[in-house]
């Protein structure tokens, strides 16, 4: 045992003073007229609190004790049997320290992590902000940062509903034993006030600090990206939201946008699904609340990490017609063959892997996408064809079924009647028989790919699958 311990002839002698105490409080309650049963914890269990104590703070260095008032009063509380006060004072010890931590760590890159709400967000700017949070907010984001454990986190949560359901926050007749109040103590001194942040957490930090103040180079990217993978996966989904958050502020620095974009890619591929939505979640938002320079500024966060596909259904399908209406103005316009590619490719940037398009633009999407990969009567914009396939590859029944009721569309039916686009559209179909799952789809594609091209001039290769459709 650490020679700071007080001897134990002190917690004996203090335990006998508390019974003095307890007995002459009493008195007194009597003598006012006041209730003096199960007011004050009995002795036993003060006696339990006392007798432990030193053991449980010979884990706080000098310099933590000195900061502790909380756990001062804590003990004071203990000794004069009101535990539920007490349980109040360890958890505001809890939470002061907390805050010191996240102000000691950084300020910007907790507020990033922790506040979903873009809105609710720009009013988090200093240190006195960190009071307006909750407390579960408080301790979520410090797990969230790294600031304290999972496990750390479980426990504290246990000990914050405690807090609110048995302490003297709220009237209560809950009865706290001390040896519950002893292992609370302990939990919080353990992963909280005896704690700093170590290992991932503090190369976190510093690199946030150094895409603040440095200019990186893409030679200083690749460490940087090796440690990337390495962190623990919460962890890097903080960082994933605090550099998306530093990205889209209109305020920041071009440089450190620069900085960002060197490691964003790896940050992202290295997070799950769960915190790439979040991020497209605030995409969106920005788009519905007009606040364009974010949301301008979003987009291009989400393109260089290829992550567009992940915005919300109704947004992708706005985004999705625009691209397309682009697509397709440039397609019947001068110059096509150039001028077709960029808008191909950042159409492709809204399909995901999986094919799936939003219902509401997609017999739209199919259309603009076939008359392109068709070409015109002068040939192909050949270097968009690789983002047409890729895009026409990841069809799926749904987008046959457009597919196929195209060939009831007059301006299809148009293209058809210049023989090599006729073809060339049979020749398109025919890689694509496995990718349908529909029996009466697959019969539908097997009458268009068996049937003669003037049928499909004619619209009388419809007419024999319409009822399949």
């Given at each position: 045992?650490?020679?700071?311990?007080?001897?134990?002839?002190?917690?004996?002698?203090?335990?006998?003073?508390?019974?003095t105490?307890?007995?002459?409080?009493?008195?007194?309650?009597v003598?006012?007229?006041?209730?003096?049963?199960r007011?004050?914890?009995?002795i036993?269990?003060?006696?339990?609190?006392?007798?432990?104590?030193p053991?449980?703070?010979d884990?706080?260095?000098?310099?933590?004790?000195?900061?502790?008032l909380?756990?001062?009063?804590?003990?004071a509380?203990?000794?004069?049997?009101?535990?539920?006060?007490?349980l109040?004072?360890?958890w505001?010890?809890?939470i002061?320290?907390l805050r010191?931590?996240?102000?000691?760590?950084?300020?910007?890159?907790?507020?990033d992590?922790?506040?979903?709400?873009?809105?609710k967000?720009?009013?988090y700017?200093n240190e006195?902000?960190l009071?307006?949070?909750?407390?579960?907010e408080?301790?979520?984001?410090c797990?969230?940062?790294g600031?304290?454990?999972?496990?750390?986190?479980k426990?504290?949560?246990?000990?914050?509903?405690?807090?609110?359901?048995?302490?003297?926050?709220?009237?209560?007749?809950?009865?706290?034993?001390?040896?519950?109040?002893?292992?609370w103590?302990?939990?919080c001194?353990?992963?909280?006030?005896?704690?700093?942040?170590?290992?991932?957490?503090l190369e976190?930090r510093k690199?946030?600090?150094?895409?603040?103040?440095?200019?990186?180079?893409?030679?200083?990217?690749?460490p940087i990206?090796?440690?990337?993978?390495?962190?623990?996966?919460?962890?890097?989904?903080s960082?994933?939201?605090?550099?998306?958050?530093?990205y889209?502020d209109?305020?920041?620095?071009?440089v450190?946008r620069e900085?960002?974009?060197l490691?964003?890619?790896?940050?992202?591929?290295?997070?799950?699904?769960?915190?790439?939505?979040?991020?497209?979640?605030?995409?969106?938002?920005?788009?519905?609340?007009?606040?364009?320079?974010?949301?301008?500024?979003?987009k291009?966060?989400?393109?260089i990490?290829?992550?567009?596909?992940?915005?919300?259904?109704?947004?992708?399908?706005?985004?999705?017609?625009?691209?397309?209406?682009?697509?397709?103005?440039a397609?019947?316009?001068?110059?096509?063959?150039?001028?077709e590619?960029?808008?191909?490719k950042?159409?492709?940037?809204?399909?995901?892997?999986?094919?799936?398009?939003p219902?509401l633009?997609?017999?739209?999407?199919?259309?603009?996408?076939?008359?392109?990969r068709?070409?015109n009567?002068?040939?192909?914009?050949?270097?968009?064809i690789?983002?047409?396939n890729q895009?026409?590859?990841?069809?799926?029944?749904?987008?046959?079924?457009?597919?196929?009721?195209?060939?009831?569309?007059?301006?299809?039916v148009?293209i058809?009647?210049?023989?090599t686009?006729?073809n060339?559209?049979i020749?398109?179909?025919?890689?694509?028989?496995?990718?349908?799952?529909s029996?009466?789809l697959?019969?539908?594609?097997?009458?268009?790919?068996n049937?003669?091209i003037?049928?499909?001039?004619?619209?009388?290769?419809?007419?024999?699958?319409?009822?399949?459709?």
């Amino acid at each position: 045992m650490s020679k700071n311990l007080p001897a134990l002839r002190d917690s004996v002698e203090i335990t006998e003073q508390i019974d003095t105490f307890s007995s002459s409080l009493e008195s007194y309650l009597v003598s006012l007229d006041l209730p003096n049963e199960r007011v004050l914890v009995e002795i036993k269990e003060r006696r339990v609190v006392i007798g432990n104590m030193p053991i449980i703070i010979d884990r706080l260095n000098s310099e933590q004790r000195q900061r502790a008032l909380y756990i001062s009063k804590f003990i004071a509380s203990c000794g004069s049997g009101l535990f539920d006060s007490a349980l109040n004072y360890l958890w505001n010890e809890t939470i002061v320290n907390l805050r010191s931590k996240v102000i000691r760590f950084d300020l910007d890159y907790f507020f990033d992590s922790t506040i979903g709400d873009t809105k609710k967000r720009s009013d988090y700017k200093n240190e006195k902000d960190l009071e307006k949070l909750d407390d579960w907010e408080l301790i979520r984001g410090c797990r969230d940062t790294g600031i304290i454990s999972d496990m750390g986190y479980k426990h504290l949560d246990y000990i914050r509903d405690m807090r609110n359901f048995a302490s003297a926050a709220h009237p209560n007749h809950t009865q706290i034993t001390g040896l519950q109040l002893l292992s609370w103590l302990e939990t919080c001194i353990i992963e909280v006030l005896a704690k700093e942040p170590e290992g991932p957490v503090l190369e976190v930090r510093k690199l946030l600090q150094n895409i603040r103040t440095q200019i990186l180079t893409q030679n200083d990217a690749k460490p940087i990206i090796a440690n990337i993978k390495r962190l623990p996966q919460d962890l890097t989904h903080s960082l994933l939201r605090a550099l998306f958050g530093m990205y889209v502020d209109e305020r920041q620095d071009v440089v450190v946008r620069e900085n960002i974009e060197l490691i964003s890619i790896e940050v992202w591929n290295n997070s799950d699904s769960t915190a790439k939505n979040d991020i497209a979640f605030k995409y969106a938002v920005f788009s519905v609340n007009a606040e364009l320079g974010k949301k301008e500024l979003a987009k291009q966060f989400l393109t260089i990490v290829d992550g567009l596909s992940y915005i919300s259904e109704d947004q992708r399908a706005i985004e999705i017609r625009e691209i397309s209406e682009k697509l397709l103005r440039a397609h019947n316009g001068f110059n096509n063959f150039y001028n077709e590619d960029p808008h191909a490719k950042s159409l492709l940037k809204y399909i995901p892997s999986s094919g799936s398009v939003p219902q509401l633009v997609r017999s739209y999407y199919v259309k603009v996408l076939l008359i392109c990969r068709l070409g015109n009567s002068y040939g192909l914009a050949n270097a968009a064809i690789p983002y047409y396939n890729q895009m026409i590859d990841r069809f799926q029944d749904p987008e046959f079924s457009e597919l196929f009721r195209l060939l009831d569309d007059n301006e299809i039916v148009i293209i058809f009647n210049d023989a090599t686009r006729a073809n060339r559209f049979i020749q398109i179909l025919i890689p694509l028989k496995d990718k349908i799952k529909s029996e009466k789809l697959k019969k539908a594609y097997n009458i268009i790919i068996n049937g003669p091209i003037p049928d499909l001039q004619s619209k009388k290769t419809y007419q024999t699958i319409k009822n399949l459709l």
